[in-house]
């Protein structure tokens, strides 16, 4: 199955260690949105995308990518990592599927976990998950890579 991940990791490097852990279990290639190539894409079994949490969204340079792409077909996850825990009412990463959704893709989930995070309220005590994402979250983020492995 040929999977390449779309992943903006830019603040201090949480997201693409969750982008590494289930490139591992997908044998996925980790590219950045810059580096994607749409060609690659619509090869892709499976497609990735992923960013940290900035102001309740994903990063704007994730997004204007997967806007930018052609309509086809496949199948696609998403993933953030953030400070601050989702919630369903506001969830992350539901704009981004249902972007992706009215683009052809078939989304098969979404992940998110804790991060350390930086943001102007926490750098004042120095950050907030600042052993994050640890073990627990990378062996999720490959338990969920194995689920999409095996769908």
């Not at 249902?98 to 998110?112: V, W």
């Not at 995070?117 to 926490?122: I, K, L, R």
Request: proline content about 6%.
């Amino acid at each position: 199955m040929k999977t390449v991940i779309v992943c903006a990791s830019v603040s201090h490097g949480n997201t693409r260690r969750i982008a590494d852990s289930m490139a591992e279990v997908l044998g996925a290639n980790v590219v950045s949105p810059e580096q994607a190539d749409p060609a690659e894409l619509a090869d892709a079994d499976l497609v990735g995308f992923g960013s940290g949490v900035f102001y309740s969204r994903l990063h704007p340079r994730l997004t204007d990518f997967a806007k930018a792409l052609p309509t086809g077909r496949g199948r696609a996850f998403v993933f953030a990592t953030s400070g601050l825990p989702e919630i369903p009412l506001m969830s992350f990463t539901r704009p981004l599927v249902r972007l992706l959704e009215g683009k052809g893709f078939e989304t098969d989930g979404s992940f998110s976990c804790r991060a350390f995070d930086t943001w102007t309220p926490f750098k004042l005590i120095g950050g907030i998950n600042k052993r994050r994402p640890n073990a627990g979250d990378l062996a999720a983020a490959r338990a969920f890579a194995g689920r999409l492995r095996d769908r």
